[in-house]
C-alpha cells in the first residue's frame, strides 16, 4: 500500500503548494507505516523530480505529457486513477488549484473513494480512517469529517503542511499510461498566463489595493512594497471592474482565493466577499484611514491612517531590513 501524491507543475519547476502535500504526504505515510510515493505528469529534468525526495517522497512516477494528447484534468484522472491503482493506494493527495479541482470529483468516481477538499491539516489515522479538518462558512468556521472506505482523496488548502527539507533524493521511474477515449477528445486549450513575477496562489506574502488608492496611477506604491517584500500583488473586486487592474489580481469570493503568510489590504474597506477570499491567511495587516472599516476586526494588525502617508514609510522601512 502507498500514500500517492500528485505534484503540480509551474514552468518545469514543482509548485510550492504541491511540495507541501508531498511533506504531508510523507507525514501520513509514517503514519500508515507505507511508502510516499509521487506522481508527476508533465516535461521535468531528472534532478527536479529527484529533489522531491527533500520534500519526503520515496519514489516519483514520471508520465511524460507527449504523445500528442493535450493535458486536461481528465487525462490527469486517468494517469492518478491507473497509477493508484498500481501502487495500490490507501490515499490519494493533491494540492488544492484550478487544476487540481477538475481532478478530484473525477479521481474519486474513478477510484470509488471518499473525497474531502480544501483540508488545512495532516490527516489523523483513526483506526482504518482518516480524520480531517476544513475551514467552512468563508472561514469562519472549521468541520471536522471522518473518511472511511479503502481509498481516501483529498485535496489539501495551501500552508496545511511545512515543507520538508532533510530528505534523501528520491527514485525516479518513468511510465506511461493509456487514456480515456473521452479525454482524447479535447483536442484545443488556449492558455493565459497570469503576468507578474510572483503568482497569487503561489505567494507567500500578498499586498493588495483598494478604491483607497483613488486611482491606477497610484499603483506605484503597491508594486514597490510587493516588489520589496517578494510578495504578489491583488486588489478588491471593485478595482478590477474598474480596470484599475487585471482582473486575475482581483481577490475574493468570487475571484483568487489566498492563503498566504502574510496579507496586507491597503485601502480595502473589507466586505464579506473580498474577506471569503483571504480568510485563511496566517497575518492580516489593514491599512485604512477609516477606524471603523469592517476589514479591522479580522485584521491581526491594524494601522489607520492614510496609505499615501503610511506605504512609503513601510517601504523606506522594508528596505532598510
Known amino acids: 500500500m502507498a500514500v500517492v501524491v500528485f505534484a503540480e507543475g509551474l514552468d518545469k519547476n514543482i509548485k510550492k503548494s504541491s511540495l507541501e502535500a ?28 529527484q529533489d522531491l525526495g527533500k520534500a519526503g517522497a520515496k519514489k516519483v512516477i514520471h508520465v511524460s505529457s507527449g504523445g500528442g494528447i493535450y493535458p486536461s484534468a481528465m487525462v490527469y484522472a486517468d ?28 479521481l474519486s468516481v474513478q477510484l470509488k473513494a471518499s473525497l474531502a477538499t480544501g483540508v488545512n491539516a495532516i490527516p489523523e489515522v483513526v483506526g482504518n480512517d482518516l480524520s480531517v479538518k476544513k475551514s467552512i462558512y468563508t472561514g469562519k ?67 493588495s489595493g483598494g478604491r483607497g488608492l483613488k486611482g491606477p496611477e497610484n499603483w506605484g506604491m503597491i508594486e514597490e512594497l510587493a516588489k520589496v517584500l517578494g510578495a504578489a500583488t491583488g486588489c478588491s473586486k471593485p478595482v478590477s471592474d474598474m480596470d484599475w487592474r487585471p482582473h486575475h489580481e482581483h481577490v475574493g469570493q468570487t475571484g483568487v482565493k489566498v492563503s498566504p503568510n502574510l496579507y496586507i489590504a491597503i485601502g480595502i474597506s473589507g466586505a464579506i466577499q473580498h474577506l471569503a477570499g483571504v480568510s485563511s491567511s496566517k497575518v492580516i495587516v489593514v491599512i485604512n484611514k477609516d477606524p471603523e472599516a469592517p476589514f479591522f476586526k479580522a485584521a491581526d494588525y491594524g494601522i489607520v491612517g492614510d496609505a499615501f502617508d503610511v506605504v512609503p514609510k513601510l517601504i523606506e522601512a522594508a528596505k532598510k531590513l
Do not use: P, W
Open 79 to 106: 494517469v492518478l486513477s491507473a497509477c493508484a491503482k498500481e501502487q495500490n493506494a490507501s490515499v490519494v493527495l493533491l494540492s488544492k488549484s484550478s487544476l487540481v479541482d477538475g481532478i478530484v470529483s473525477r
Open 141 to 207: 468556521a472549521f468541520a471536522s469529517m471522518t473518511l472511511s472506505g479503502a481509498i481516501k482523496v483529498i485535496s489539501l488548502a495551501k500552508n496545511a503542511c511545512a515543507v520538508k527539507e532533510d530528505g534523501a533524493a528520491a527514485t525516479v521511474e518513468v511510465k506511461s499510461y493509456a487514456v480515456s477515449d473521452v479525454a482524447k477528445k479535447l483536442v484545443h486549450q488556449k492558455e493565459e498566463k497570469a503576468s507578474g513575477d510572483i503568482l497569487l496562489t503561489e505567494a507567500d506574502i500578498v499586498v
Open 22 to 49: 508531498v511533506s504531508c504526504g510523507a507525514v501520513l505515510a509514517g503514519k500508515l507505516g507505507v511508502d510516499c510515493i509521487v506522481v508527476a505528469i508533465g516535461d521535468y529534468e531528472s534532478s527536479v523530480l
